[in-house]
Structures are given as structure tokens and as C-alpha cells.
């Protein structure tokens, strides 16, 4: 029989050793309790998105008592003198989001593709909103090559309301994590779809960004009965336990053409009957998007 006192709930705040956990009855902050502590952890041991089994303290706070399992975590490396600390930006996203602009500024397809290998090694559902569609003649000539491979676009604008609706759809219900380079119309957006919600998550955005030695607080927001969490960190997201022979397998493009290769070990450069190369010849593979896997395994992006 469960105690009245115990709960199950979402993080939905981290700053500073406090958590602040949605119950559905309410919200309590919280701290770790003393067993969690045990031994040194090298990564976050409650994060941002965890879900979390909580006592109630007579004093009104809370005890986080266990972290369920993750089903994936958005994860930062940071060197310390004991070791790499893996810190957890966001723990079981139901979506990534990526906000990129069509122009002003140019869109940044090498970052994107970036962060779509990020996405696919952690197994998270990826939506690709390409904004400011009103700067340019047709938007499908510059991400309509996501959508050919299997990735859902949303093509938006604030000056004309285009998409909006439909990216409103795609935020109910869900746990998203947002991310896209500075000014591509991100917090305008988010206040198109909710009054306030984007001035919100850009305060939070700069508070993440002002440096390690900073205060830094993580936190999500209520949106149509999900939640938006703002995670600028993905940038400086490594590809850390990932091999160079293993990259192929986060291109959709690439994956299912490499068992088709000659050789088992094909870094699909150079090597003859390579149908990743034969498949890039016949233009069934976009260019830039094999350009990009290029300097990904090779390190040079």
C-alpha cells in the first residue's frame, strides 16, 4: 500500500541541488535523499524530465526517494579533474524540435544535420520547423530534402501565420525539446502559440548560456498539456561514444543501402561497389546531406 505521502511526478525545474516536481496535485520542490548520494557520481543522478518518485516532508518540501529509468537523456560531457561528468540537459524527450530560418540568417544545414545524428542515436522523434518562409520564393528548395528522407517539416511564419497551427498540433501532449541557432524567430513562434511562453524559455536560454560557473537553471514549460524545454546546449553536444563506422547507421539515406556495400568496413569514400557511393552518383543521395557524413566520420566539420 503506498503512503499518503509518497508521489509520483516530473521534474520540471533543476537549479542548484532543488527539484521541482509536478504531481499532478501540485508542485514540490525537492532535494535528493541521502541514499541517491551514495558513491561518486559521474552524471546527473535527477534531471530535467526524469521521472520521480517523491516523500512529502512536514515542512511543505519534498524527498526524491528514486529516479525511474530513462528512456533516452540529452547529454553534455564535462571534464573534471576526477573524470568526463555527463551532464543531462533533458531526460525522455517525446520529440526534438529544430527551428532553423529559411533566410536571415542563412539556414545552417551542417548544424542541423548535426544534430539529426544526435537525435537518431538517442532514439528521439524529430521535427524540423523551417520559419520565416515569407523571406523566401519556395522553402521546399532548402529543406524539402529532409522530408524526401523521412523527416517531417513544418513550414512556418509569424508575419503570416503559416504553420502555426499545425506545429501547435505537434506540441500537445508532448515533451519537446527545442533547439535551433539565435535568431532564427524561435521565441517568436513560441509567443504566437502561447502569449508570454517565448519571452519565458528566452530568459532561461540565456541563463543556460552565460557560462559553467554560472547558476544554471533547466527548466520547462507548460504548453497544451505537454511541456518546451529550450536546450541550447545542443551545439556543444559530442558525438562522444560514438565510432566513425557507426555514424552511416544515423543517416537514413545511408542505413539501409551499407549492407549492399562490398566490403563490410566501407567508409563509403572510395572503396569499389560501394552502393553508398553508387547511390550518391545516381542522385538518390542529396550531396550535401553525404557531404556532411564526410566530415562527421572524418572530424573535419
Given amino acids: 500500500m503506498v503512503s499518503d505521502n509518497s508521489k509520483k511526478g516530473l521534474i520540471i525545474k533543476a537549479q542548484s541541488g532543488f527539484f521541482w516536481v509536478e504531481t499532478g496535485e501540485g508542485i514540490i520542490v525537492c532535494q535528493l535523499r541521502g541514499k541517491l548520494k551514495r558513491g561518486r557520481a559521474m552524471g546527473d543522478i535527477a534531471a530535467l524530465g526524469d521521472r520521480v518518485h517523491i516523500t512529502l516532508l512536514e515542512d511543505g518540501s519534498g524527498a526524491l526517494e528514486e529516479v525511474e529509468e530513462r528512456k533516452q537523456a540529452l547529454v553534455r560531457l564535462d571534464p573534471r579533474p576526477q573524470g568526463v561528468y555527463q551532464q543531462v540537459l533533458l531526460a525522455n524527450a517525446d520529440q526534438a524540435v529544430f527551428v532553423f530560418a529559411c533566410a536571415n540568417p542563412s539556414p545552417r544545414l551542417k548544424m542541423l544535420d548535426r544534430f539529426l545524428v544526435i537525435a537518431e542515436k538517442q532514439k528521439i522523434p524529430v521535427v524540423i520547423v523551417a520559419n520565416k518562409t515569407d523571406l523566401v520564393e ?3 528548395e532548402i529543406f524539402g530534402l529532409y522530408e524526401q528522407i523521412g523527416y ?5 511564419s509569424t508575419k503570416n501565420e503559416a504553420g502555426l497551427e499545425e506545429l501547435r498540433a505537434q506540441l500537445t501532449n508532448q515533451i519537446s525539446a527545442l533547439a535551433g541557432p539565435s535568431g532564427v524567430g524561435k521565441s517568436s513562434l513560441l509567443n504566437a502559440l502561447q502569449p508570454g511562453l517565448g519571452l519565458a524559455v528566452n530568459e532561461i536560454s540565456k541563463v543556460m548560456n552565460k557560462g559553467r560557473h554560472t547558476t544554471v537553471i533547466r527548466q520547462m514549460f507548460p504548453f497544451e498539456g505537454g511541456y518546451v524545454a529550450d536546450t541550447p546546449g545542443w551545439k556543444s553536444l ?5 565510432e566513425p563506422e557507426e555514424l552511416d547507421a544515423y543517416f537514413p539515406e545511408l542505413r539501409d543501402l551499407v549492407p549492399h556495400c562490398q566490403f563490410s568496413d566501407c567508409t563509403h569514400q572510395h572503396e569499389p561497389g560501394c552502393a553508398v557511393l553508387a547511390a550518391l552518383k545516381d ?5 550535401e546531406r553525404y557531404d556532411s557524413y564526410v566530415k562527421l566520420r572524418t572530424g573535419k566539420e
Fill in 138 to 140: 519556395n522553402p521546399k
Fill in 152 to 156: 517531417r517539416v513544418i513550414y512556418t
Fill in 238 to 242: 559530442a558525438l562522444w561514444d560514438t
Fill in 283 to 287: 542522385g538518390t543521395i542529396h550531396p
